[in-house]
């Protein structure tokens, strides 16, 4: 399945939630904002939001400071 990340065109196994695909890029789910298709995915519900191909996904991380 080809998805876009941060408009990347990049290749992943199907079935693919947006849980897993942080974590497949190394991500921490809860230290990034994730929007699909130009719509904010609430973090709540990133293990029930299935990735579809085509997707267009942007990965905001969070960076601490002070």
Do not use: W
């Not at 990340?5 to 190394?26: I, K």
């Amino acid at each position: 399945m080809q998805i876009k990340v941060n408009g990347e065109a990049r290749e992943f196994d199907a079935p693919l939630n947006v849980a897993g695909l942080a974590l497949r890029l190394q991500l921490n789910p809860t230290q990034v904002a994730v929007e699909r298709n130009r719509e904010i995915v609430p973090r709540s519900r990133y293990g029930e939001v299935e990735l579809s191909p085509g997707d267009e996904i942007e990965i905001v991380h969070f960076i601490g400071g002070g």
